[in-house]
């Protein structure tokens, strides 16, 4: 992609220092999202090893093909020759100069234990789809959960979004390529092409004895329970699978970046915490591609809409967390007998939390901030802001350190 082409992502000022500092950088995250193009900015040499051609003399000799390239040397989908993760560990062992090594990769392959981990020689960043805030140019700004945590009200763009519009924006994908240079129609057939691809192709550079047929089954049952804590034979039972296999499509589909488990909170001032994780798939429109969907479809289903935006604001928050000077790890939370549930906590680097419910509504009351008051109650101070994020134009108070926010505050 030109520069002319080129637009800014919330990686690049990260990149940028890490670069300057250390001398391997890998930056790791589902397919197409934009690591190969963030990456080749700070590289004086590409090597793309998903190219024979370009992979043969590293399968031959790793160390000669790495001395041969001119630094920094940007290796694309590294995990395609694993062997060059020793060539760079045992270059900068050698050398340990900044900013000799980029490394891109689509597949957690460093999770087999043939190969090295790279540890305190080599920074993992992770990478996801655009943010809305990225496909409008807003990047400047300081990430939204940081904001938060430091007392600061949301910030609202001048345009805010209705329950449509949010539709529309979950449908249009993180993916650059599709978000930013295609029409709806040709959107669709890239994310059907994505999906094929995904579920044959990558799917079998990890694991070749896969059945495509039943990978897809156990994607659309995962899509289906987007952003939910379905039980185990839930899925088992809507894809046809059995449980071994049903964990090993899980693993493999984790390792290709593109779902994601988001554990359950734990706190031993809370008892009796439910402990099964929340499923998501990284991006809304791989959900909905996936169920072959529109935006009339959505918009009928009120649960399939609840998840699909339950989904797009953990989209926007999981992009933004690589950036965040306060540390956040994201969470959820539930009690075992489903009388509160919060969509997603933050806790933050000192142990503070920020809490998030998120609802298709436009004038969320009092009544759904009842689960961000009961948590409010039971860890007190600990507890920064509670925001119930909706599909209205108003911010407004909902109680103590709990407010109402336009999803649009993410990216205003």
């Known amino acids: 992609m030109s520069d002319s082409r080129y637009r800014q992502r919330l990686l690049d000022s990260l990149l940028k220092e890490l670069t300057a500092e250390l001398p391997a950088v890998m930056v790791t995250g589902p397919r197409a999202t934009g690591k190969t193009t963030i990456a080749e900015r700070y590289a004086a040499t590409v090597v793309h090893l998903d190219r024979p051609a370009e992979a043969a003399v590293f399968r031959a000799d790793p160390d000669a093909g790495l001395a041969e390239q001119d630094e920094p040397v940007l290796l694309d989908e590294w995990q395609e020759v694993p062997a060059t993760l020793g060539a760079v560990k045992r270059a900068v062992d050698a050398d340990p100069r900044p900013g000799r090594f980029l490394l891109t990769g689509s597949v957690r392959a460093d999770l087999e234990a043939a190969t090295w981990p790279g540890t305190s ?124 296999t049903a964990v090993a499509y899980e693993r493999l589909l984790t390792n290709l970046f ?41 918009l009928r289903d009120g649960d399939v809409l609840g998840r699909l935006l ?71 101070e600990r507890l920064l802001r509670g925001v119930v994020f909706h599909t209205g134009p108003g911010l407004y108070e909902l109680d103590d350190r709990i407010i109402a926010v336009p999803i649009c505050a993410l990216w205003g």
């Not at 550079?205 to 899509?223: K, M, N, Q, T, V």
């Not at 988001?262 to 169920?291: C, G, Q």
Request: one cysteine or more; a positive charge; charged letters at 30%.
């Open 310 to 380: 339950d989904t797009f604001v953990m989209a926007q928050l999981r992009s933004e967390l690589a950036v965040c000077e306060t540390r956040p790890r994201l969470f959820h939370l539930r009690d075992e007998h489903g009388r509160h549930e919060i969509d997603i906590v933050a806790e933050l680097g000192g142990g503070d939390l920020l809490a998030f419910e998120v609802k298709a509504d436009a004038a969320p009351g009092r009544n759904s901030a009842r689960h961000l008051a009961w948590l409010r109650e039971r860890i007190g």
């Open 258 to 298: 593109v779902v994601e488990a988001i554990p359950a909170w734990t706190s031993n001032r809370l008892k009796r915490l439910a402990l099964r994780p929340k499923r998501y798939l990284v991006d809304p429109a791989l959900a909905v591609a996936a169920l072959r969907l529109d935006q009339s479809a959505v």
């Open 121 to 244: 020689r080599l920074v993992r960043v992770p990478m996801y789809g655009m943010t809305v805030g990225e496909q409008e140019g807003r990047v400047g700004r300081r990430p939204f959960l940081d904001r938060l945590s430091s007392g600061y009200l949301p910030v609202l763009p001048s345009e805010r979004p209705g329950l449509r519009d949010y539709v529309r924006l979950a449908l249009t994908s993180g993916f650059p390529e599709p978000a930013l240079h295609m029409g709806p129609r040709a959107r669709l057939r890239w994310l059907d092409g994505y999906l094929e691809q995904l579920l044959t192709r990558d799917a079998a550079g990890i694991d070749s004895g896969r059945d495509p047929a039943r990978l897809r089954r156990y994607f659309e049952a995962f899509a289906l329970s987007t952003a939910g804590t379905a039980a185990d034979t839930t899925l088992l039972e809507a894809s046809g699978v059995n449980r071994k």
